[in-house]
């Protein structure tokens, strides 16, 4: 079985999967909809869940820097809600605070152009929020 990381933001869905060892994390790419249609997000998540042999979804939680829940982190709650009634998955949420700028400073670090860039940023923030998890658990 595997895990499953997502990265929610407003039109863009960053997922990655963990091995079946559940220590390594690889981003898996990126599922758009419509601004802040999530149930467009979990329907076109729907196919990757039924492909992939999940046992436990990573939900990243955007905390604010103090560690307060603001408004994305709510949307953020309501959509694990969503994830849990539609896949009867485990959903499990971890702190994301600065996963995308890290994700920008790898692929900036490896010259990557800004369109790259771009394309890539919310998988590999998925990417991150999954590994912290996996280096977590141990």
């Known amino acids: 079985m595997k895990y499953l990381g ?12 963990s091995d079946m060892t559940k220590t390594i994390a690889t981003a898996y790419g990126t599922i758009h909809f419509e601004d802040s249609n999530y149930d467009e997000a979990i329907s076109k998540l729907s196919s990757i869940v039924q ?3 999940i ?3 990573v939900l990243g939680f955007p905390k604010n820097m103090n ?3 603001g408004p994305r982190a709510l949307v953020t709650l309501d ?3 969503k994830l849990e009634d539609t896949f009867n998955i485990p959903v499990e949420m971890q702190d994301e605070r600065l996963s995308t700028k890290e994700a ?3 692929m900036i670090a490896a010259d990557m152009s800004r369109k790259k860039r771009k394309q890539k940023i919310d998988s590999l923030a998925a990417n ?3 590994q ?3 280096d977590r658990k141990d």
């Open 67 to 69: 560690g307060t829940v």
């Open 79 to 81: 959509f694990k809600k």
């Open 51 to 53: 492909k992939e042999p």
């Open 55 to 57: 046992e436990k979804i």
């Open 128 to 130: 991150i929020i999954l």
């Open 104 to 106: 920008s400073g790898y």
């Open 6 to 17: 997502l990265d929610l933001g407003t039109r863009t869905l960053g997922v990655s999967i």
């Open 132 to 134: 912290t998890y996996l």
